[in-house]
């Protein structure tokens, strides 16, 4: 199917009501759903790799911090260049630069799989390998977020996002199952050549979208400043810039989950491996079922993110007095959720908000900012958790992202002239934002 300049001709699809969305409602657009298909395959070849790839850096080298130099090397490009990859996603079509990053990923897999099963891999290549995955997720990342909106349309937005979400944490689930059993069984080449054919899903999926069907999008021409000219616009526009602050900070702070769960799994409770993998389980069940009931919500809102922000830390700060291994595994589920649903809001609500032509950059603004927290949060954690112990260190990161979550609330009520409004509703407590003028009007009819 072409992916020109004609695909962008032509009419768009007819919207959908969002109020008569249902959870699963985007996966009936004919693109999204070859689009979704596909990404379930791979999004479980990417965790065997992400398994496989650990497990070889660690066999090969016997350092843990080899595998750290393996994940930093995978994060580092999204870091350096991220806003440019932004930049080259508004100007080229996306469903071929999709084409592109997602060949380009599997390629790597299967030349990790030879070398491999070659014998002749070497941590060098590994090394290589991670940075290469990481210049495609440059582009790949704001593309793929983008390219969302493409297929379903503004109204089914929220839902997409939210099932493009739920479709990664399953992934979770099942990916480092079945690496498991593959690397006991034949090896780490095979998971590695598993992960590199899994993309011929997605490839063929988006050969298959009929291009008249995506929503029309008008590109941005080539021109100097675009880069300036996405921060820019993020700067002034207060719903865009505190939602990507408020997602770093929960990120940062609140995120740094493998630094806090091997430490209370073998420094507070002694319980070792198996329960540090059931409190991961848990969390990405709760993950799942956070973004599954955001596919259902259908609308993002700010104090739906705000609120789920307040409640991911304040049940981190609970988590972290949890005086038993039980209690603290089964608080794991509604963090996950609550930091999903800060997760998946944010995505969407930044995607609605954006003119079409700066998706590209404020998608990659914003995943850098979401990304990139968790590497530099992750050593100011560690230092806590040396320094004052594992709990500590997961109440203080609950408590900032709780307290940034409140800070910002307040900022944006305040820029949107909104004012706190108490009251009662059928006997309930009814807390909610209103406008200044509605309040005293209130006040005077009362």
Known sequence: MSTGPGAHSAPAPTTH????????????????????????????????????????????????????????????????????????????????????????????????AALTLSGQVQVWHVYLAAFVVGLATVVDNPARQSFVSEMVGPDQLQNAVSLNSANFQSARLVGPAVAGVMITGVGTGWAFLANGLSFVAPLIGLMMMRARELYVVERAPRAKGQLREGLHYVAGRPELIWTIVLAGFVSTFGFNFPVYLSAFADDVFHAGAGSYSLFNTLMAVGSLAGALLAARRGTARMRVLVAGAVAFGTLEIVAATAPSLWLFALLMAPIGMFGMTVNVTANSSIQMSTDPAMRGRVMALYMMVFMGGSPVGAPIAGWITDAYGVRAGLA?????????????????????????????????????????EAREQLAAAA
């Open 396 to 436: 203080s990161g609950g408590a900032i992202a709780a307290a940034a979550a409140v800070t910002i609330g307040l900022v944006l009520a305040r820029v949107g002239n909104l004012r706190l409004s108490v009251g009662w509703n059928h006997g309930h407590p009814h807390v909610r934002f209103v406008p200044r």
């Open 17 to 112: 009501d969002p109020r008569k969305s249902s959870m699963f409602s985007s996966l009936k657009v004919r693109n999204y759903r070859l689009f979704f298909v596909g990404q379930v395959i791979s999004n479980i070849g990417t965790w065997m790799q992400r398994i496989a790839q650990d497990w070889l850096v660690l066999s090969l080298t016997g350092s843990a911090t080899a595998v750290g130099v393996t994940t930093a090397l995978q994060f580092l490009p999204m870091l350096l260049f991220g806003l440019y990859g932004g930049v080259l996603v508004d100007r080229l079509p996306k469903r071929r630069a999709l084409l592109f990053t997602q060949s380009a990923m599997g390629a790597t897999g299967v030349a990790l």
